[in-house]
């Protein structure tokens, strides 16, 4: 099994950037689907990003434009690059893996079955 551990959370101004990375351990990323998730207190986790095992990537309507998803399979880890934040973007953000998921559903939380624990990230 992977084991997933994110970083690079923080607090930042509006319009500012953030760099969050998902360092994997345990297997290769290569071989997964991972993707980008967030949730506010009292409200569903929601998929922001994701990238198949062959690099192709999705975004959420929310974040197309902004935000930019990618990994380093030598390094074995997964980024999101967070730019031009609004206050709506705070939140505890998730990185997540899985063998195989099709591709209309690679931002669909169900489809995940490998977390990591969260960074939270607040924009204001």
């Known amino acids: 099994h992977v084991q997933l551990v994110e970083s690079g959370g923080g607090s930042v101004q509006v319009g500012g950037s953030l760099r969050l990375s998902c360092v994997a351990s345990?297997?290769?990323?290569?071989?997964?689907?991972m993707g980008w998730f967030r949730q506010v207190p009292d409200k569903a986790r929601e998929g922001v990003a994701a990238?198949?095992?062959?690099?192709?990537?999705v975004y959420a309507d929310s974040v197309k434009g902004r935000f930019t998803i990618s990994k380093d399979n030598d390094k074995n880890t997964l980024y999101l690059q967070m730019d031009s934040l609004k206050p709506e973007d705070t939140a505890m953000y998730f990185c997540?893996?899985?063998?195989?998921?099709?591709?209309?559903?690679?931002?669909?939380?169900?489809?995940?079955?490998?977390w990591g624990q969260g960074t939270q990230v607040t924009v204001s």
């Open positions: 997540a893996a899985a063998r195989l998921i099709y591709s209309q559903f690679l931002l669909h939380i169900n489809e995940y079955n490998f």
């Open positions: 990238i198949d095992s062959d690099g192709a990537t």
């Open positions: 345990g297997d290769t990323i290569s071989r997964y689907c």
